[in-house]
């Protein structure tokens, strides 16, 4: 069996080198406050130009991927400024636990944040659960969820397919016949597509979105459109690990198709308004508010834990006892767990996700 697709996540710059010399600081003197780290653009053969503007990513490579919140090795953020600027996540973390990790699934931070341009179909691919992951690759599993930006009027996204066993997909991977067993879903901006372990599923292209997931790299390409890189080689597909993780339960919507994880009552959840509530899974809980007004109190989503919010629209400001900061599209920003209770203040059009574990 082939390795998984951990793919080169390298930054298109310049490598950031923020581990040497980090400055140990007084715990006891520090007011902790949220952070913003640097952005990492990662080159993909499907990747685009159009967020580039949004990132200050500089380069003629199609970048596919922003890791703007990443503890992961393959692309680890870098704080941008204020008292921890230079520290990654990772340090960040693991000097200061209790504020900005809390009450983790992983002994790293939990989550993985991403903007994704695709100008081309990514593959068709299938990620495995944390039992098989953890086994077989050393890493942590990938359920994650799509929160739709961009995409064309006619947008869709595979997810699911009708492989009635695993010996039928087998059989539809020897005779080339993958394409015509996949399911096919439409999509809108402002749409939620939740993606659990073992569900089969692809971008395609013309589609923006901002993805949450676990902290993981672990893919198992299925099928790839024939493609070839810039050497005329096909990319690698995992044939025997995806068959081991695909779900293939007629009897459970994920391996078919699946809704999205959405409580349209969002008062029935328990989020006031104007929050919505789009996911609740074990992994993480997304909530959504758009801003045309005013200024928005908010209480942390989970007690002991961080808050994560990301800005897909306009500009405003976060504020709390003690300092504020600007925030604009594209900003992801992690409060300390120690902040239960701040301040939403819009600008122009504000619209963010706020998600916790």
Not at 88 to 108: C, D, I, K, M
Not at 158 to 169: L, P
Not at 294 to 313: F, K
Not at 332 to 349: C, E, F, I, S
Request: hydrophobic content about 40%; charged content about 20%; some cysteine.
């Amino acid at each position: 069996m082939r390795a998984a697709a951990r793919e080169d996540v390298r930054p298109s710059r310049t490598r950031i080198l923020a581990g040497e010399g980090v400055r140990q600081l007084d715990h006891a003197r520090i007011d902790f406050e949220p952070v913003k780290f640097q952005p990492v653009p990662v080159a993909r053969l499907w990747g685009g130009h159009r967020l580039k503007s949004w990132f200050g990513v500089d380069t003629d490579e199609p970048i596919g991927e922003y890791w703007v919140l990443s503890g992961h090795p393959n692309g680890m953020s870098v704080a941008a400024s204020g008292p921890f600027a230079g520290m990654t996540l990772a340090e960040l973390v693991e000097q200061y636990p209790s504020v900005y990790l809390g009450h983790s699934p992983q002994p790293r931070f939990p989550l993985l944040i991403k903007f994704i341009e695709a100008s081309q179909d990514l593959s068709v691919q299938v990620h495995p659960d944390d039992a098989y992951a953890q086994r077989v690759e050393g890493d942590f599993g990938k359920t994650e969820a799509w929160y739709i930006l961009e995409c064309p009027p006619d947008g869709r996204v595979i997810y699911g397919h009708q492989f009635r066993s695993q010996a039928d997909y087998r059989e539809a991977v020897e005779a080339g016949r993958v394409q015509e067993k996949l399911r096919w879903r439409p999509i809108q901006p402002g749409q939620v597509v939740f993606v659990p372990a073992g569900t089969l599923h692809a971008l395609l292209a013309g589609t923006i979105v901002v993805e949450v997931q676990q902290t993981s790299d672990v893919t198992y390409r299925v099928y790839d459109w024939d493609r070839v890189d810039a050497n005329g080689n096909p990319r690698p597909l995992h044939v025997d690990k995806a068959a081991d993780v695909l779900n293939f339960d007629p009897d459970d919507p994920a391996a078919q198709t699946h809704p999205e994880a959405a409580n349209p009552d969002a008062s029935a959840a328990g989020v006031p308004a104007p929050w919505r509530r789009l996911v609740t899974c074990p992994y993480f809980t997304m909530d959504h508010v758009h801003l045309d007004t005013g200024t928005l109190p908010v209480e942390s989503g989970r007690a002991g834990n961080p808050d994560i919010l990301i800005a897909m629209g306009g500009s405003g400001r976060l504020s709390w006892p003690g300092g504020d900061m600007s925030i604009r599209r594209g900003d992801t920003v992690l409060l300390p767990a120690t902040l239960t209770q701040y301040t939403v203040v819009n600008d122009d059009r504000l619209e963010l996700l706020r998600v916790f574990y």
